[in-house]
């Protein structure tokens, strides 16, 4: 168990639909990190949030957002879902803002129908 | 083009038998190499990580090397278990902006 909790794990749901994936990082981890894996792919990073601020941006699309809350948990909002958009959506976190040890979730596994 | 390269893509082996998976990267400077096993559906694990300065790094039956001038690194599987089974991903990070690259990852089934 790597500490990091995401939510749902499970997401099934129509295109042009919205959802919203959350994570909970270790306890005392500053930074969360959001990656993208669609199938038989490498993971994308999308964007990193350190204490409440956008730290770093990837290669996340105009139609997702994400953000992080005083508790440090973290939401990735998804809108306007398209077929592609299909993927496990790891969640990781670690102590400082500078890419340390990395602590991943399990994932939560979206299907666009 | 990614600027990590792993292979194979796949393997399969046999229980007990050792296997190497490679790593070739692009990424320069970077700050430090490590590796990840991911099962099936499942979050990655970090099994080493090892700065520019280190050449090999242990972790149980797991062995990652690095030579830097050839930017390429391996990771050794000892006596392979049916837990080894899993994608293996090569990850380099930069010092600057320690922005991550992933490799696309090695996919290992170990069979009895």
């Known amino acids: 168990d790597s500490g990091v909790t995401q939510t749902p794990k499970h997401l099934i749901t129509a295109t042009g639909q919205r959802v919203t994936l959350r994570c909970s990082p270790r306890s005392g981890d500053l930074s969360v990190y959001w990656y993208q894996q669609s199938l038989d792919q490498g993971l994308q990073f999308l964007i990193q949030y350190y204490n409440g601020e956008e730290r770093a941006k990837g290669n996340i699309l105009e139609r997702f957002s994400a953000q992080q809350f005083p508790d440090l948990h973290s939401e990735l909002n998804l809108s306007s879902l398209e077929l592609g958009d299909s993927a496990l959506y790891f969640c990781?976190?670690?102590?400082?803002?500078?890419?340390?040890?990395?602590?991943f979730g399990e994932g939560s596994r979206l299907t666009v129908l | 083009k990614n600027q990590v390269e792993q292979s194979p893509q796949s393997l399969i082996i046999l229980e007990g038998k050792n296997c190497t998976l490679q790593c070739n990267y692009t990424v320069s400077p970077f700050s430090n190499l490590r590796w990840y096993k991911q099962d099936t559906g499942r979050g990655p694990v970090s099994l080493t990580i090892?700065?520019?300065?280190?050449n090999t790094k242990s972790n149980g039956r797991y062995t990652a090397t690095l030579d830097a001038d050839t930017k390429q690194s391996s990771l050794h599987i000892t006596a392979s278990q049916l837990s080894d089974s899993a994608s293996y991903i090569c990850?380099?990070?930069?010092?600057?902006?320690?922005?991550?690259?992933f490799g696309a990852g090695t996919t290992v089934t170990v069979r009895a």
């Open positions: 090892m700065t520019f300065s280190e």
């Open positions: 990781a976190s670690s102590a400082g803002s500078h890419t340390g040890e990395l602590f």
């Open positions: 990850v380099v990070i930069t010092p600057n902006d320690y922005k991550l690259s």
